[in-house]
């Protein structure tokens, strides 16, 4: 490699000057009761920082006029503010990408409007991505919600455990920091059902979670329902696993095996005692058989489109961190010859990390 100097094309790369390096984006769904409170708490909180910075309203298709308010804010401070409006309600997640969509920071962090996460945690956030993480979760000391939002969210941590390879103690709470590349990748990714927090840990490099505290809504009141709630309980399992559809795969084998138990049990006592019940008890062990076959038919099924779902969710498959490639070194003074032309300026080796098979994209915990 002599000759060679190799050039690392990383895809922390410094940002173009002028950007600034914390983007903050909140999702604005009828809020105007408490963005006052927001602004008053925000701004002052982030000027603290002592960082460059932007914030990124998404007004969530509002009916209230948390559309005006946000315009006078922009017009208040012009410089750190961007707002999109939204031609509709997508919901909170689809809200957030379109909020991604705008951001230029090298930190990226999602807040609530409702002030349930505090701005002032921001800091440490920031301080975490400091220290080389790429992915800030963070888990509610001392969660204000209501006894049922918390038994519920409980069992549903586990569930998700179970089923996918996504380790988060909170999943619930939005306040949370993502590095640049991450961004990136979500922006690539064209789900439509989605959770981004989880979705954005498999393309995490370096994951952490640190405690915020949390408070309780301030006004207005929660935007979820029971219905909103199960529904992206569902998005979160069957975006991240196909472990429901396999579940009828192995069904179908366990319902075959004891079948052809029985049968085997039957015919032996055939032999030995002669029919049982006129051989009703022969038919039922044949169509349970059956139906085990049907089962794991279904099952299999299940298999070929959990993976063409996974297939036409188009997501990036995995994340690139840096890239080696030996550079022809260029001589100050014209030497003798192109250097180009040289034998070491032919070598052209490409050491690529993180690219992990599309199975393994979440194997580091
Ligand atoms: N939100 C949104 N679109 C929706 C529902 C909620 O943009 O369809 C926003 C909402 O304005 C808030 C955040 O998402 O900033 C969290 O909503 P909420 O506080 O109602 O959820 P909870 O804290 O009860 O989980
Ligand atoms: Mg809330």
Do not use: W
Request: charged share 20%.
């Amino acid at each position: 490699m002599s000759g060679a100097s190799i050039a690392a094309l990383t895809a922390d790369a410094a940002a173009p000057p002028g950007t600034p390096e914390v983007s903050v984006v909140i999702p604005v769904y009828n809020e105007e009761p408490g963005l006052a409170a927001l602004f008053a708490r925000l701004y002052p909180a982030l000027d603290a920082l002592g960082r460059s910075y932007e914030i990124v309203f998404v007004d969530d298709g509002s009916r209230d006029r948390s559309v005006v308010l946000l315009r006078e804010q922009f017009q208040r401070r012009p410089d750190v503010t961007r707002v999109v409006v939204l031609n509709g309600n997508f919901g909170q997640h689809m809200a957030i990408f379109a909020g991604f969509e705008q951001t230029r920071g090298t930190k990226v962090l999602t807040l609530d409007a409702d002030l349930q996460n505090p701005p002032e945690e921001i800091g440490k956030l920031v301080a975490a991505m400091d220290a080389g993480h790429d992915y800030v979760g963070t888990i509610r000391r001392q969660r204000q919600d209501t006894l049922f939002r918390r038994v519920a969210s409980r069992a549903m941590n586990r569930l998700r455990e179970r089923t996918t390879r996504i380790r988060m103690t909170d999943q619930g709470c939005m306040l949370r920091a993502y590095g640049r590349p991450i961004i990136d990748a979500l922006n690539e990714s064209r789900e439509l059902n989605t959770f981004i927090p989880a979705l954005a840990y498999l393309y995490a490099r370096n994951p952490v979670e640190i405690e915020v505290a949390h408070e309780e809504r301030a006004v207005g009141e929660s935007k979820y329902s029971l219905f909103d709630l199960i529904r992206l309980n569902f998005d979160l399992m069957t975006g991240f696993s196909i472990a429901p559809l396999r579940v009828f795969s192995l069904i179908g084998v366990l319902l075959s095996a004891l079948s052809a138990a029985l049968v085997t049990v039957l015919l032996v006592r055939r032999v030995l005692l002669g029919s049982e019940a006129e051989g009703v008890f022969t038919l039922f062990a044949i169509a349970f058989f059956l139906i085990g076959v049907l089962v794991f038919g279904v099952g299999m099924l299940g298999e070929y489109i959990g993976r063409i779902y996974q297939q036409v969710r188009a997501r990036p498959r995995f994340l690139v961190q840096a890239v080696l490639i030996a550079e022809p070194v260029r001589p100050a003074a014209p030497a003798s010859g192109d250097p180009r032309l040289s034998a070491s300026a032919d070598i052209r080796t490409a050491v690529a990390t993180g690219a992990a098979p599309p199975g393994d994209a979440q194997t580091h915990r």
